[in-house]
């Protein structure tokens, strides 16, 4: 997660310790996919969800368990997500024996459930912030998401929260569907006075590898970060104070430090030593995920690679596994990397980007990320 805001315009982030400290990393931020149920369809989505009851999903006791194991093992957020986490009858309880038991409890959600009550619901257990998925204004995020209405409900979603005092934030995944949107998104949040948005960068797994052919072109992901990198700097000059970020590509890191070198070489080495200690892609270190079969993930994207499953041995035992082949190449996956990410210059600051992208496209973990849009000469510099 790259924040561009605090980057750009050298504005502090909410989560600024997370990402840019000799502590980053000490323990994963974990995604729970608390439920694989969902209320929407949506076009990208990596679990693949429906609107159907699945079959073995984690009890209230077995995440009571998984929770008190992550607490124990110090992991600073939970991340609530699904499938629709607000299908979840238990979803409520869990959330506050998270917030009770010292973890940060976090939701991504699709909005469009969220009524006043639940808003106040969501306030009153504790959980710290909200991500709703906006994938574009009005018709485009419907037909992203497959309803009709979901860009209205969502929109009512929001509101709801932020009367309730929630802090909450915009979650999009850019692709070429909702590309001509983000200026109008950004209107919206201006409007909205939303504080916090991340733009997602398309992975192609679940049903996102059917879009995949339309991702962002690398020339429109270039123009794509000079909108967000403009866009950054009118809001900080407005005092507007929103946190404008990216997630799941690290080229993006590599081409801030390059923009601000341009203006001021000082400041942009600076900016290196942040990315530096950010480190980059942390799938299998600083990111993991249990899914709604207890059944532990590098990250949200890897599900179908287990590295253990909760029900049979601690996430704490599980992660720390030193044997366990995938999880042991990521954390040491540099000498394993191919193609331009194996000698790019920027290799501290992204770690390779995306794996699952490699393989999705190559059929090779480590092959370079196709998403990557430096240019050789780029990757090159000093």
């Known amino acids: 997660m790259i924040n561009i805001t605090k980057l750009w315009c050298d504005q502090p982030g909410s989560m600024d310790q997370l990402r840019y400290s000799n502590t980053a990393h000490k323990r994963p931020v974990v995604v729970w996919n608390t439920t694989r149920q969902c209320n929407l369809h949506c076009m990208h989505c990596y679990s693949q969800s429906e609107n159907k009851l699945y079959p073995n999903e984690l009890s209230t006791e077995e995440a009571k368990h998984f929770i008190f194991d992550l607490a124990t093992f110090n992991v600073p957020v939970l991340l609530f997500s699904g499938g629709e986490p607000l299908m979840r009858p238990d979803l409520f309880e869990l959330a506050?024996?998270?917030?009770?038991?010292?973890?940060?409890?976090?939701?991504?959600?699709?909005?469009?459930?969220?009524?006043?009550?639940?808003?106040?619901?969501?306030?009153?257990?504790?959980?710290?912030?909200?991500?709703?998925?906006?994938?574009?204004?009005?018709?485009?995020?419907?037909?992203?998401?497959?309803?009709?209405?979901?860009?209205?409900?969502?929109?009512?979603?929001?509101?709801?929260?932020?009367?309730?005092?929630?802090?909450?934030?915009?979650?999009?995944?850019?692709?070429?569907?909702?590309?001509?949107?983000?200026?109008?998104?950004?209107?919206?949040?201006?409007?909205?006075?939303?504080?916090?948005?991340?733009?997602?960068?398309?992975?192609?797994?679940?049903?996102?590898?059917?879009?995949?052919?339309?991702?962002?072109?690398?020339?429109?992901?270039?123009?794509?970060?000079?909108?967000?990198?403009?866009?950054?700097?009118?809001?900080?000059?407005?005092?507007?104070?929103?946190?404008?970020?990216?997630?799941?590509?690290?080229?993006?890191?590599?081409?801030?430090?390059?923009?601000?070198?341009?203006?001021d070489p000082v400041r942009a080495e600076q900016i290196m030593q942040l990315l530096k200690l950010n480190g980059g892609n942390s799938s299998g270190k600083g990111i993991g995920c249990v899914d709604f079969n207890g059944y532990v993930h590098p990250d949200q994207f890897w599900q179908h690679y287990n590295l253990g499953n909760v029900r049979e041995k601690l996430f704490s035992q599980i992660w720390q596994d030193n044997t366990e082949p995938l999880l042991c190449q990521l954390r040491n996956r540099k000498s394993f990397l191919k193609g331009k990410c194996s000698t790019c210059h920027f290799l501290d600051i992204c770690n390779g980007n995306l794996r699952v992208r490699s393989e999705a496209v190559y059929d090779d973990v480590w092959a370079q990320d196709p998403a990557c849009y430096l240019t050789e000469e780029e990757t090159q510099q000093t």
């Not at 469009?112 to 959980?127: D, R, S």
């Not at 912030?129 to 209205?152: C, H, I, M, W």
């Not at 919206?188 to 992975?203: D, G, N, Q």
Request: charged share 25%.
């Open 96 to 263: 506050k024996f998270a917030s009770d038991s010292g973890i940060r409890p976090v939701m991504s959600t699709n909005g469009t459930l969220i009524t006043k009550e639940i808003a106040e619901k969501i306030k009153k257990v504790g959980f710290h912030y909200v991500g709703v998925s906006l994938d574009g204004v009005g018709q485009t995020n419907n037909k992203f998401r497959g309803t009709p209405d979901a860009f209205e409900r969502a929109v009512e979603g929001i509101r709801n929260c932020m009367s309730a005092g929630i802090k909450t934030g915009l979650r999009l995944t850019v692709s070429k569907y909702n590309y001509a949107d983000v200026l109008a998104i950004f209107d919206f949040i201006e409007t909205e006075k939303i504080p916090r948005v991340c733009f997602y960068h398309l992975a192609y797994v679940g049903r996102g590898v059917n879009i995949a052919k339309d991702d962002l072109t690398h020339k429109q992901a270039r123009q794509f970060m000079d909108t967000l990198l403009s866009k950054a700097a009118e809001f900080h000059q407005k005092h507007l104070g929103a946190e404008i970020l990216t997630v799941d590509n690290h080229s993006d890191a590599a081409y801030i430090y390059l923009k601000i070198k341009e203006k």
